[in-house]
């Protein structure tokens, strides 16, 4: 089965700040992976598909970029609203699997 | 505007059948694929299985011997069964939307909370 790493597993950030997220395979996915976004007590949002497409509506500062292994996910400028949980998930082989998350929160 | 809304008990025994309904509206469940993903407290995402578009199932492989999931074009909803549960099955259910083959999840449920105990 295909596992993917993610990390860090948390950070601190202000506003303003660039978030990089990263995410790692265990085998090559080419581009077979997605970003989520989850809040407290709320249902995961698809920002990223595909590695490096932008959900319909999802803001332009978010972005992501890879293929194969290894992932990135970034937020150019973090907005207030970004304070969140953000996943990795990979669909290889008709098998999907979530990284472990990374949390962003206030410094 | 197509919606999810995740329906079943919220306690199960251990050892007991756990049984879960997603419904759709909005929406046919026909021409895409559905997903159940749950989460334990404080804990990450944990993929259980799909009913995909041509009518295929694929499960977890940690789950795969207690999942069934089917779906139920005539009521729109599609379902979700797990047998033997235990405390570790103390989670969150969500139900989802694939809208291309199994790729990313577009629509989400809310989520259920089921807790496994006696």
């Known amino acids: 089965d295909i596992q993917v790493t993610q990390s860090p597993a948390s950070l601190s950030a202000s506003v303003g700040d660039r978030v990089i997220i990263t995410c790692q395979a265990t085998?090559?996915?080419?581009?077979?992976l997605n970003w989520y976004q989850q809040k407290p007590g709320k249902a995961p949002t698809l920002l990223i598909y595909d590695a490096s497409n932008l959900e319909i509506g999802v803001p332009l500062r978010f972005s992501g970029s890879g293929s194969g292994t290894d992932f990135t996910f970034t937020i150019t400028r973090l907005e207030p609203e970004d304070f969140a949980t953000y996943y990795c998930?990979?669909?290889?082989?008709?098998?999907?699997?979530f990284g472990g998350g990374t949390k962003v929160d206030m410094k | 505007q197509v919606q999810l809304q995740e329906s079943g008990p919220g306690l199960v025994k251990p050892s007991e059948t756990l049984s879960l309904t997603c419904t759709v509206s909005?929406?046919?469940?026909?021409?895409?694929?559905w997903s159940w993903i749950r989460q334990p407290p404080g804990k990450t995402l944990e993929w259980i299985g799909y009913?995909?578009?041509?009518?295929?199932?694929n499960y977890n492989p940690s789950l795969k011997s207690r999942v069934t999931i089917s779906l139920d074009t005539s009521k729109n909803q599609f379902s979700l069964r797990l047998n033997s549960v235990t405390a570790a099955d103390t989670a969150v259910y969500f139900c989802a939307r694939h809208p291309t083959g199994v790729a990313g999840m577009d629509v989400w449920g809310q989520g259920t909370t089921v807790a496994v105990t006696s």
């Open positions: 909005g929406g046919s469940t026909r021409t895409f694929s």
């Open positions: 998930q990979q669909y290889d082989d008709l098998l999907l699997s």
């Open positions: 085998q090559d996915i080419a581009n077979r």
């Open positions: 009913f995909s578009y041509s009518g295929t199932t």
